[in-house]
């Protein structure tokens, strides 16, 4: 089921997601709507279609896959310390988060990448939307990516083995 909720102002300042009145909204697939109506709504911790809570904060950013024939972005997390993996997330830890007609205003990684502990590369700070502009942020640790989008969908999955 795809979601769109409008509103011209900045997500977590005064509502739910929307968007500019010349630009229709970002459609919303695979995030529950109760989450989608909360005032305090964000992708940094919200409930999947299926009742299973996603906490960036909780997980590791895994990466990112950028296509630009059909511009699409996805973006894939996981749960990979057993202290803070919901119980309901153990079969499916990985979190993929699917953004159609992308464009990417900026992309910054860190020069000092391969000189973080590989054990804090992955934290997640931020996974902010702006309703009025259809435009997202992620900030991690050593990577900083800015982007607007169309329709995002969210679905969990198993790890793939290596």
Known sequence: MALSMRNSEPVGAS??????????????T??????LVRRDFTLYEFQTEAGMWVRLHDMRFIGFDYQVQIPTLTLRFVYDDPQWTPPEA???????LSFREVLVHAWEDDDDLLGTPIEVR???????YLSSSNEFSLNTVNTRLRF???????????????
Not at 30 to 35: D, F, K, L, N, T
Not at 122 to 128: I, K, N, P, R, T
């Open 15 to 28: 509502g739910p997601p929307s968007a500019a009145a010349d630009q229709a909204p970002v459609a919303f």
């Open 30 to 35: 695979g995030v529950a709507a109760a989450s």
């Open 90 to 96: 153990r079969a499916t830890p990985v979190a993929v």
């Open 122 to 128: 992955g934290q997640v700070g931020a996974l902010d």
């Open 148 to 162: 607007s989008a169309r329709s995002l969908e969210v679905h969990l999955e198993p790890v793939e083995d290596a």
